[in-house]
C-alpha cells in the first residue's frame, strides 16, 4: 500500500469511528493501530505503546492541565462567578445593552481564573441569564451573548488550549500566555462593541434604558476583590520569575479554594465534585494525547507529512495564504471535532509546515504567532453552526429559547471574529508586543 493510500486508510478509519459514535480518543487509537500495526507489526507496535504511554504521562508538563482545571472546578463551585457578574452590572448596568456587555466582562474574569470556555460558558449563564431576562433581553441577545463569552474562557490565560499548544510545539507556555492577553482583551471589546451595534441596529432585543441599574456598592467591590488578587498573585509570580506556569497553577488552585473556603461555599461535597471533575476532564484530555501520539506517529512512519510540508514549502504561495487556508481547515473541522481533539490531531501536521515558511519574523516568535492564530479560529469554532458546542450548553440551560435564535444571536460575534483574526493576521505585532518582555 502506498504511503498516500495508507494515509487515507488512517484518516478514513477515525471519521468512520467518529459518525459512528466512537469516543474521540478511542478513534484515534483504533485508527493509529491500524496505521501503525500495517507498517511495522505486532512488535514494534507494542514496545512503542509501553514507552509512549510512560513517556508521555510521566512527563511533569502535563501536570499543569489537571492543576488548571482543578482552579476553575474550584471557582465555579466557590461563588466567585455571582460576585463577577454583580460587578459587572454595576458598572456596565447604565448603558444600553448594559448587562449583555456586563456578562461578556464577567466571562472575561472569570474565564481569566478558570481556563475553561465550556465551565464559564455554563457557570455565567447561570447567573446573567436570570438577569437578562428579567430585564426584558430577548432570548437572541441573551443566550447568544453568553455563547460568544464563553469562548472567552480559552483566549485569555490560562488558556487551557495554549498549554496543550505549548506541549504538542514545545513552546514557552508564560510567552503564550503573554501572547493571549491583549487579543482576549480586544476579543472582549470587541464582543462588547458587537452588542452596542446589535441593540441598536436591531431594536426590541435589549431595553432602551435599564430599569433600576445595579448600584456600585462597596460588597460588589469587595466581591471581586479576591478574584483580581489571584489573577495578580498567580500571573504576577510566574512572570516575576518566582515560580514556574505548573507551580503558578498550584499557587492558583489552592488560593481559589481558600477564597472559596472563607466564603463560605465550599462545602465537603462541592469540593469532592472539583476533584471529581477534574479527574474526569484530565483522563479525558489524557486519553486524547494518548490516541493523538499513536495516529501521529503511525502518520510519521508514512512520512506524508514531512513530504506535505516539503510540498508546501516548494509551492512558492505567500505563507499567509497557506495560513489562512490552515485556519479555514480548522472552522470546517470544527464542525465535527472539539478543540482538544483538533490541536492534538492536526498540529503535530501543521507545525513543521508553518516552520518551514517565512513570515520574516523568527521562528520562535512564528511559532507563538501561529498557536494565538490557531487559538482565535478554535473561539469561532465554538459557537459556529452547526455544531458550536458552546452554543449547546448555554441553549440547554435556557429551555425556552429555540435554537434557532441563539445561533441568530451568535451571529454578529463570529463577525467581531473574523475581523479580529484578520487583524492578527496582518498585524502580527500585536499580539507578540507582550512577547517581547518576557525573557
Known amino acids: 500500500m502506498s504511503p498516500l493510500a495508507l494515509t487515507g486508510l488512517i484518516f478514513g478509519s477515525m471519521l468512520l469511528l467518529m459518525a459512528v459514535r466512537v469516543p474521540i480518543a478511542a478513534s484515534m487509537f483504533t485508527a493509529g493501530t491500524i496505521g501503525y500495526l500495517a507498517q511495522t507489526g505486532w512488535l514494534p507496535y507494542s514496545n512503542f505503546l509501553n514507552t509512549q504511554a510512560f513517556a508521555r504521562f510521566a512527563s511533569y508538563d502535563l501536570s499543569v492541565i489537571p492543576l488548571f482545571i482543578l482552579m476553575g472546578h474550584f471557582a465555579t463551585k466557590g461563588g466567585i462567578s455571582k460576585a463577577l457578574f454583580e460587578f459587572a452590572a454595576a458598572v456596565m448596568g447604565r448603558f444600553k445593552g448594559g448587562l449583555a456587555m456586563a456578562s461578556l466582562l464577567a466571562c472575561a474574569a472569570f474565564g481569566a481564573i478558570s481556563g475553561s470556555s465550556v465551565a464559564t460558558a455554563a457557570t455565567i449563564t447561570s447567573v446573567a441569564l436570570p438577569e437578562m431576562r428579567r430585564h426584558g433581553y430577548s432570548g437572541r441577545i441573551a443566550t447568544g451573548t453568553l455563547a460568544a463569552g464563553g469562548t472567552l474562557g480559552i483566549q485569555l490565560p490560562p488558556s487551557i488550549v495554549l498549554v496543550i499548544y505549548a506541549i504538542l510545539t514545545e513552546q514557552n507556555i508564560s510567552k503564550l500566555f503573554a501572547a493571549a492577553v491583549i487579543p482576549g482583551i480586544i476579543a472582549m471589546v470587541g464582543y462588547m462593541i458587537a452588542v452596542a451595534i446589535y441593540v441598536r441596529l436591531v431594536p426590541g432585543h435589549a431595553p432602551a434604558v435599564e430599569d433600576a441599574p445595579p448600584p456600585m456598592t462597596w460588597r460588589a467591590v469587595m466581591g471581586v476583590l479576591p478574584i483580581a488578587v489571584i489573577f495578580a498573585l498567580v500571573f504576577g509570580g510566574i512572570y516575576g520569575g518566582f ?88 472552522v470546517l473541522l470544527g464542525a465535527v471535532m472539539d478543540e482538544l481533539s483538533m490541536l492534538l490531531l492536526t498540529i503535530p501536521i501543521f507545525f513543521p509546515i508553518i516552520m518551514g515558511l517565512d513570515f520574516g519574523m523568527p521562528k520562535d516568535s512564528a511559532a507563538i504567532w501561529f498557536g494565538i492564530m490557531v487559538l482565535m479560529t478554535v473561539g469561532f469554532g465554538l459557537i459556529a453552526p452547526p455544531v458550536g458546542l458552546n452554543v449547546y450548553i448555554v441553549n440547554g440551560l435556557a429551555k425556552d429559547v429555540p435554537m434557532g435564535e441563539t445561533y441568530r444571536g451568535v451571529m454578529p460575534f463570529l463577525v467581531s471574529d473574523v475581523l479580529r483574526t484578520l487583524l492578527f493576521l496582518f498585524f502580527p505585532i500585536i499580539p507578540l508586543w507582550l512577547v517581547g518582555f518576557i525573557r
Open 243 to 330: 515560580f514556574t506556569p505548573t507551580e503558578g497553577a498550584a499557587v492558583g488552585a489552592a488560593t481559589t479554594f481558600l477564597t472559596a473556603l472563607v466564603k463560605g461555599e465550599m462545602t465537603l461535597g462541592k469540593f469532592k465534585e472539583c476533584f471529581y471533575g477534574t479527574a474526569i476532564s484530565a483522563a479525558m484530555i489524557f486519553l486524547i494525547f494518548l490516541g493523538a501520539d499513536l495516529m501521529n506517529s503511525a502518520l510519521a512512519l508514512t512520512q506524508v507529512p514531512n513530504q506535505l510540508a516539503a510540498v508546501v514549502g516548494g509551492w512558492g504561495v505567500s505563507p499567509l495564504l497557506v495560513v489562512v487556508a490552515i485556519l479555514l481547515f480548522y
